[in-house]
């Protein structure tokens, strides 16, 4: 039978097109006249294996239902592969993995042991569909990688493919209890085990996943599911960890024992687990109820735009511990000593009490609903438009929506967007304007400055005597000290110009942090004897 092969991946359009002359194979566990080469279900073989060895690479292997889990090949060292694909073909189930099994080995007394055997191997260019991988187990000796990792299945490579599988009950002895390298796409990752102290990746090791359910896979003393891979879109739920040096994106990680360790993760939500974030990043994440002995909800590392909500430490921290955060919303967790946090450094967050560093404010979020588990920004929300653009890196907030509406990033996960105003509604609100944009350019205390430009510069808008000004420069015949009016929660940087005919300004100094009253700058390089101009500005 000639075929011609789609199979749709959902990673950047990945799609897998066959050959159009390849041959179709068959396999039935009960067939009663299998004849090779297998090209009819009349004479179909009884073994996955055989129809492999009879195909070329671009073939199509059908196989109907049954329990698979007699023969065996080895591929590296002295493992046993249940099924070896060392050709890029496409192995298939016709009804999904409900009804077809392949089934590895465990010794008997033991989870893992030199006669075990591995469920599939699978080679470059090689595809697998609809199966459920169980029972493989690996060597204790041998290879670490070849042998000793990756019980359920084990890719040769990123181009090895593994599609609506469910891979359940196998276990390694060093990494990827379920698997071992290759891409998942839609599988279920369940009950797999690591059992022993080398053991990491209980569900995968050096791979990727994309909107598969990775449940209840265990490692030793909590060491992660996920361990050097990467993650789309999954559900990661009760296992014994969630991830350890991997990237996590899109994904709910829920009532783990350990969050992520010395992860990357984007637009995640990390709830109810034993264990915040242990280091690593995080950018426009959901922080939920959490519970740690330090950190609550996170430990350590840095955030970006995530909502930090409801965690519990049992000593210090109970929403972050010692951990950078920048655009956060750190509210309503608890903790013995510092309730939302301690010991971290926090810029343009909203939290309490008010942190030390730029932007910080104290106000009520204004959830959507904070019971209900909504942190979208109400329309009068203080969060909206008080951030900090310079520590945005991502062009979309949590639901995918653009991330600066209105000039000025939101502190939180949630993008509100439809402002009214420009300004920071923080700011406007604590100055009593209105946040409707009629207030946005008016000039409130006839300074000569715009509201706009007065958020800009941190002042007060309804007093003429806070100004931006700069003072008469002190020089020397070595410098020129520069001092201007500041406030606390800005930066500023000076430029300088020699000619103000054709003035071309050039920074000599940026990232000054202003003090109460005034902020002063020594230009130590105005030493020979030409006339300098300078201008200070907020960053």
Same mark, same amino acid.
């Given at each position: ?247 996590? +994106? &899109?994904?709910? *990680?829920?009532? %783990?024992?350990? @969050? ?6 984007? !637009? #995640? $939500? ?38 930090? +909500? &409801?965690?519990? *430490?049992?000593? %210090?921290?109970? @929403? ?6 920048? !655009? #956060? $919303? ?210």
């Amino acid at each position: 039978m000639k075929w011609r092969q789609f199979i749709f991946g959902i990673l950047g359009g990945m799609i897998f097109i066959g050959n159009a002359s390849a041959t179709t194979f068959y396999v039935d566990v009960n067939s009663t006249n299998p004849t090779p080469p297998y090209t009819n279900w009349s004479t179909a073989s009884t073994d996955i294996q055989r129809a492999v060895d009879a195909s070329s690479d671009g073939d199509l292997i059908l196989v109907t239902n049954g329990i698979y889990r007699t023969g065996g090949r080895v591929v590296y060292g002295s493992l046993t592969n249940r099924v070896a694909i060392n050709k890029a073909v496409t192995v298939q189930s016709v009804n999904g993995p409900t009804a077809t099994l392949i089934q590895g080995y465990k010794v008997a007394g033991t989870i893992t042991g030199n006669n075990a055997v591995r469920c599939v191997y699978l080679t470059n260019n090689a595809v697998l569909v609809g199966f459920t991988l169980t029972n493989g187990a690996c060597r204790s000796s041998g290879n670490i990688l070849q042998e000793q990792s990756g019980g359920g299945i084990w890719c040769e490579s990123s181009t090895s493919i593994v599609s609506n599988c469910t891979l359940s009950g196998n276990t390694a002895s060093i990494y990827g209890g379920g698997a071992c390298g290759g891409i998942l796409l839609n599988c279920t990752i369940i009950s797999n085990t690591c059992p022993y102290a080398e053991g990491e990746g209980s569900a995968i090791y050096n791979g990727m996943i994309s909107n598969c359910i990775v449940i209840g896979n265990q490692a030793y003393q909590g060491a992660a599911a996920i361990y050097q891979s990467t993650a789309y879109g999954s559900v990661i739920s009760s296992n014994s960890g969630v991830a350890v040096h991997s990237v996590l +994106i &899109g994904c709910l *990680a829920t009532a %783990n024992f350990s @969050g992520p360790i010395y992860c990357t993760n984007y !637009n #995640c $939500i990390f709830a109810w687990n034993s264990r915040g974030m242990f280091y690593g990043i995080a950018y426009n994440c959901l922080v939920i109820s959490n519970t740690s002995f330090f950190g609550g909800g996170a430990e350590y590392g840095s955030l970006y735009n995530c909502a930090v +909500i &409801g965690n519990v *430490a049992h000593n %210090n921290g109970g @929403g972050v511990y010692a951990a950078a955060a920048f !655009n #956060c $919303i750190i509210y309503g967790n608890s903790a013995p000593s510092g309730s939302n946090y301690y010991g971290s450094t926090l810029n343009y967050c909203d939290t309490t009490p008010l942190a030390s560093g730029l932007g910080n404010i104290t106000n009520d979020p204004a959830f959507v609903s904070l019971a209900g588990g909504d942190y979208h920004l109400q329309s009068n929300s203080p969060c909206i438009n008080a951030g900090n653009n310079a520590a945005v890196t991502s062009t979309n907030d949590y639901d995918g929506n653009p991330r600066i509406v209105g000039g000025t990033v939101d502190i939180g996960a949630y993008e509100y967007q439809t402002p009214s105003s420009i300004l920071s509604y923080a700011w406007a609100q604590q100055y009593g304007l209105p946040t409707d944009g009629s207030a946005d350019f008016l000039d409130s205390d006839g300074t000569g400055l715009n509201n706009w430009q007065k958020w800009i510069a941190g002042l007060n808008p309804t007093n003429a005597a806070s100004v931006f000004e700069l003072q008469t420069p002190a020089v020397t015949v070595t410098n020129a000290t520069l001092t201007w009016s500041s406030v606390t929660n800005v930066t500023y940087y000076v430029q300088r110009s020699s000619d103000l005919s054709s003035p071309n300004f050039s920074s000599i100094q940026s990232n000054l942090v202003g003090q109460a009253g005034f902020t002063s700058y020594t230009d130590t390089s105005a030493t020979n004897g030409f006339n300098y101009y300078y201008r200070v500005g907020v960053q």
